[in-house]
C-alpha cells in the first residue's frame, strides 16, 4: 500500500545515546560552544568568552536529537509491522 492510501501514525523518539545536549552561545558576536551533554561545560565555555573577548551575553540552550518512526514499528510497540 503506497504512503498516500492510508494514514501513517508517526512518532518521536529522542536519541538515548545522545541524550540532551547543551550549547553557550555569545549575544554579541554569535560565537558558540561545541554542543555538550553537561550544561556547567557550556557556561564555562561562556566565561572563557567573557576572559577572552570582553562580550558579556549569552544564551544558554538545551536541545535533543529525535528520529520519526511509524508507530507500527516493532520497535516502538513489539509487534511485526503490517
Ligand atoms: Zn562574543
Redesign the pocket.
Known amino acids: 500500500m503506497r504512503g498516500r492510501d492510508r494514514f501513517l501514525e508517526w512518532t518521536l523518539r529522542a536519541d538515548p545515546k545522545l541524550g540532551l545536549r547543551h550549547v553557550g552561545k555569545?549575544l554579541?558576536?554569535w560565537?558558540s560552544c561545541v554542543d555538550t551533554p553537561f550544561a556547567e561545560k557550556a557556561r564555562d565555555w561562556c566565561l572563557k568568552?567573557v576572559g577572552v573577548?570582553g562580550?558579556t551575553g549569552f544564551q544558554l540552550s538545551a536541545f535533543e536529537f529525535f528520529d520519526a518512526i511509524l508507530t507500527d514499528h516493532p520497535s516502538v510497540n513489539d509487534t511485526p509491522p503490517t
Open positions: 555569545c554579541i558576536c560565537e568568552h573577548t562580550h
